[in-house]
């Protein structure tokens, strides 16, 4: 159960920190529909979601192993059946990090008042 919260709490801070940054940035609706469906979906389905990294070309797998969805599915999964693609402890290390820099981008950009009307 470790695994599943852990990682589950990584992937979902990831995608609201880009949720948050993206409703900073929109000026419409469809400015924040073009992250999900542009940004957020190819990265979540490209990620080895319904199928194993390990059985790609060795191109696309190191291009699968740039995606950081790549390593939350995959501690995910390992949660649940115990296999994975990745060293679960590289991918914590991992999605810690992006998750500290993208908190300390959002906190940057509330603090500097980035696009934001009053």
Same mark, same amino acid.
Request: aromatic fraction near 18%; proline fraction near 4%.
């Given at each position: #159960?470790? +695994? =599943?919260?852990?990682?589950?709490?990584?992937?979902?801070? =990831?995608?609201?920190? &880009?949720g948050f940054i993206a409703g900073l940035w929109a000026?419409?609706? $469809? *400015? /924040?529909? /073009?992250?999900?469906?542009?940004?957020?979906?190819?990265?979540?389905?490209?990620?080895g979601t319904f199928y194993s990294v390990d059985k790609? !070309?060795?191109?696309?797998?190191?291009?699968? *192993? !740039?995606?950081? +969805?790549?390593? /939350?599915?995959?501690? +995910?999964? #390992? @949660?649940?059946?115990?296999? !994975? $693609?990745?060293?679960?402890?590289?991918? &914590? &290390?991992?999605?810690?990090? =992006?998750? &500290? /820099?993208?908190?300390?981008?959002? #906190?940057?950009?509330?603090?500097? @008042?980035?696009? =934001?009307?009053?």
């Open positions: #159960y470790f +695994f =599943i919260f852990i990682f589950a709490f990584l992937g979902s801070f =990831i995608l609201g920190a &880009v000026e419409k609706f $469809d *400015h /924040a529909a /073009a992250v999900t469906n542009f940004v957020v979906a190819p990265l979540a389905l490209l990620s790609l !070309a060795p191109t696309f797998a190191a291009i699968s *192993h !740039a995606n950081p +969805f790549h390593y /939350a599915i995959s501690g +995910f999964r #390992y @949660g649940f059946i115990g296999q !994975a $693609d990745i060293p679960l402890g590289f991918g &914590v &290390v991992l999605l810690l990090a =992006i998750n &500290v /820099a993208l908190a300390v981008l959002c #906190y940057v950009l509330l603090k500097t @008042g980035w696009k =934001i009307k009053s």
